[in-house]
Each structure stands twice: as structure tokens, then as C-alpha cells.
């Protein structure tokens, strides 16, 4: 890493550490960071956690402890969605986009033509002798109520 690049991330270590959003800790794991230059001329911190994410299991981990911090707003105002908290603001309106094949149902929630969640399941035996309309609506009924 280049000088300029250390003490970069020293600055912005510093700065969450004093910020209270991190705490010193002396595991023995790392994790690559590398340093993306912005438009205006400061530096995004990129952080892979893929590796350590692998020994720990750190998105579940993450997501279960949302859903109890979160949980009296959840699905009123709140999605934990893997490593995001998503709220959505409700002035601006979605979309729910659907589809059906002989052997399965999908559906993508849009905010401006930006995806926000996928939701997709297997057609039951029943469901793969119903009609294309009838599949079509199956996959508009479930993706409402999921």
C-alpha cells in the first residue's frame, strides 16, 4: 500500500473510531482495503469481506441481529435484506414486476427502475398443470404477499 493510501486509512480509521462506529479489536484476521478516488478528489474506502465473512459468518450474524434491533418496525417501514437496511420511502412509488415459466414464479420490487428485492419460488405439481394466466397470477399473488 502507498504511503499516501496508509495514512489515508489511518485518517479514516481514526475518524470511526472517534466516531464510535468501530472499536479497536486484536483478532488474527484482516481484510484487503484498497482506495477508490472520488469524483471531488477524496478517497472511498473499499473494504472485501468475503474472506472473513467465510470464517465467521458475519452477514447472517448481521442480519439476525437487525431483525431484533428492528424488529417492532420490521415490514412496516423496515427490510433487512442480507447486509442492508432498506427504508423506503413511501412518497415515491413502486413497482412489482412478475413472471411465470412452466416450473417457477419471480418478481423484482422496483423504487425509479432500481431493483430493491427479488423474490422466486418453484411451482408446486399442481400449480405446473395451471394455465399461463393462472401462473402468471399465482406469481402476482405470492410476490403482494411476500
Known amino acids: 500500500m502507498a504511503s499516501s493510501e496508509l495514512a489515508e486509512l489511518r ?18 484476521y ?5 482506495f477508490q478516488k472520488k469524483h471531488y478528489g477524496s478517497m472511498r474506502m473499499c473494504v472485501n ?15 439476525n441481529l437487525m431483525n431484533d434491533v428492528l424488529h417492532e418496525f420490521l415490514d412496516n417501514f423496515v427490510v433487512v435484506y442480507l447486509d442492508d437496511i432498506v427504508l423506503p420511502d ?3 412509488p413502486f413497482e412489482v414486476h412478475t413472471d411465470a415459466s412452466d416450473h417457477a414464479i419471480r418478481g423484482i420490487l422496483l423504487r425509479e427502475g432500481h431493483p430493491i428485492t427479488y423474490e422466486s419460488r ?23 404477499e411476500t
Open 11 to 28: 485518517r479514516q480509521l481514526d475518524d470511526l473510531l472517534d466516531a464510535g462506529l468501530i472499536q479497536p479489536l486484536k483478532a488474527p
Open 30 to 34: 484482516g481484510v484487503p482495503v484498497l
Open 49 to 63: 469481506y468475503r474472506t472473513l465473512n467465510k470464517l465467521t459468518n458475519a452477514p447472517a450474524t448481521f442480519c
Open 90 to 92: 413511501f412518497e415515491k
Open 122 to 144: 418453484k411451482l408446486k405439481d399442481t400449480e405446473q398443470r395451471y394455465s399461463t394466466h393462472e401462473k402468471e397470477m399465482t406469481a402476482v399473488v405470492h410476490c403482494l
